[in-house]
Nanobody, 124 residues
Framework: QVQLVESGGGLVQAGDSLRLSCAAS????????MGWFRQAPGKEREIVAS????????YYAASVKGRFTISRDNAKNMMALQMTSLKPEDTAVYYC?????????????????WGQGTQVTVSS
């Protein structure tokens, strides 16, 4: 069982930066592929970024590429999402997720474990 806890969300202005963190309570954190997803009101949950357990493959949604950076520290069981140049359309609940050996790292349905989410609100 993997437990994930996100932190770092908040209310910021357009153009600001924010860093989200995800702490995992599992000894084999390094075995899991990780991802950040988000869900805005009335919309489906969507992929923001994902990376393999060895960080050999990373994926960014087109809407965040160049502005967001995903990273992980396997020694600390942590994952982060550095968000810069935030826009009002980035407003959503952001979720940390983990899975083992997915076929498609972008597919929300491939992820087995989820955090409770953290709210990010970007005002214009």
């Amino acid at each position: 069982q993997v437990q994930l806890v996100e932190s770092g969300g908040g209310l910021v202005q357009a153009g600001d930066s924010l860093r989200l963190s995800c702490a995992a309570s599992v000894r084999t954190f390094g075995f899991y592929a990780m991802g950040w997803f988000r869900q805005a009101p009335g919309k489906e949950r969507e992929i923001v970024a994902s990376l393999t357990r060895s960080e050999s493959v990373t994926y960014y949604a087109a809407s965040v590429k160049g502005r967001f950076t995903i990273s992980r520290d396997n020694a600390k069981n942590m994952m982060a999402l550095q968000m810069t140049s935030l826009k009002p359309e980035d407003t959503a609940v952001y979720y940390c997720a983990a899975t083992f050996a997915p076929i498609d790292y972008r597919n929300v349905h491939e992820y087995m474990y989820w955090g409770q989410g953290t709210q990010v609100t970007v005002s214009s």
